[in-house]
């Protein structure tokens, strides 16, 4: 057991890292995203604690797990991880950002339903890229905008602006 003492007196115990290794692979990441959302925020002056050692579980079992179960070859096991890596992704893509670079070859593999799933967690990363764009996009527009209305620029340079964000959110 891991152990947090609070300042009040009270304590949080977690499950220690090495007893997460014999976990099946989905359950190291579903054990960190239930802290995270269901009880992190009451675990007042040891929060920072806690989510110190989240970060190590991610880094050191959950990550790691579903490497290995990815490049294995058990086609069962790889179908599992995928299908929690997508849904985590839709929630939490931050979370997920590790895995990236071992979709490639997933979207080469010959069973269809592995591919099936790593194209839906690709394109679950390609929207947050896009969404992130266009909110830079969308930064750029206002200043434009704010400037266009100053009298600073011109009708023109305001006109270009505004077709190169409607082409990007398109």
Partial sequence: MRIFRKKDGGIIQLI????MEDWPIELPLLFVEYIRNNKLESYGDVKKDVEKYLDEIMKDIAIP???NAIKGENDEEIILALNRIEELSRKNLEMVKPIK???EPLLKNKNKKIVEIAKKISNNFAAAERRKEL???RKIMQEKEKQFLAGKISAEEYAKARKEYLLLKG
């Fill in 101 to 103: 670079k071992y979709l």
């Fill in 16 to 19: 220690d890292k090495e007893k």
């Fill in 65 to 67: 797990k579903f490497i």
């Fill in 135 to 137: 909110a830079k996009k």
